[in-house]
Each structure stands twice: as C-alpha cells, then as structure tokens.
Nanobody, 120 residues
Framework: VQLVESGGGLVQPGGSLRLSCAAS????????MRWYRQAPGKQREVVAI???????VYADSVKGRFTISRDNAKNTVYLQMKNLEPEDTAVYYC???????????????WGQGTQVTVPS
C-alpha cells in the first residue's frame, strides 16, 4: 500500500487548506485512517482519526477547525483545515491500517508528508 499526500502549502492565519491522501497499490481493505503532524523540534502527534465505521476523533487543539473524511471509492482520506493558526505549522502525515490481500495481516502504512506553513 502506498500513500501520497497533497494539498499542503503556505496559508495566512485564518485561512483554509484541504489535504488529501490517496492510497494505491494492493489494497484488500482499509481500516482506520489517521492524520498526524510533526512541528520542528516536537514529537509527531495525532491530529484526526477516522475509523472504518465512520467514527472520528480529533486532537483538542484542532476540534471545531479540522474535519477528516474519506472517499472509499477513491481510497482517499481528506483533512479539511479551517481557521489555521501559526501553531498548525508542521509536516502533516497520512497513516492507515490496511490489509493488502485477504490472506495477509493488517499493517500500518505512512505517507511521505506534506508541509503546512502558517506564518505568524
């Protein structure tokens, strides 16, 4: 399974961005999908989680501003980000728990990351 993120960039405070993460390759089933971020000098942290049954969980710092969603037909997960703040500046990573074939186990896969910069 390969994950490719897109949609990052430079945005002014209060602005919006939508990140995309497309999964490709051998995919039997995708379970939980997550967005993480890592700011300079900080540990990677989970931002949003979307389970296979549609449940969502958000970090307190992004609640009410970020929305995670998925398009199952496209094997793509999105992160809509609104009212962006300088503290949201980070590299954003897509992560998924997926199964490549009916006989293989489930594994975690990561994208390469996309930079989001919100200047102060």
């Amino acid at each position: 399974v390969q994950l490719v993120e897109s949609g990052g960039g430079l945005v002014q405070p209060g602005g919006s961005l939508r990140l995309s993460c497309a999964a490709s390759g051998s995919i039997f089933r995708i379970y939980t999908m997550r967005w993480y971020r890592q700011a300079p000098g900080k540990q990677r942290e989970v931002v949003a989680i979307l389970t296979s049954d549609g449940s969502t969980v958000y970090a307190d710092s992004v609640k009410g501003r970020f929305t995670i969603s998925r398009d199952n037909a496209k094997n793509t997960v999105y992160l809509q980000m609104k009212n962006l703040e300088p503290e949201d500046t980070a590299v954003y990573y897509c992560n998924t728990l997926a199964q490549e074939t009916i006989t293989t186990g489930s594994y975690n896969y990561w994208g390469q990351g996309t930079q989001v910069t919100v200047p102060s």
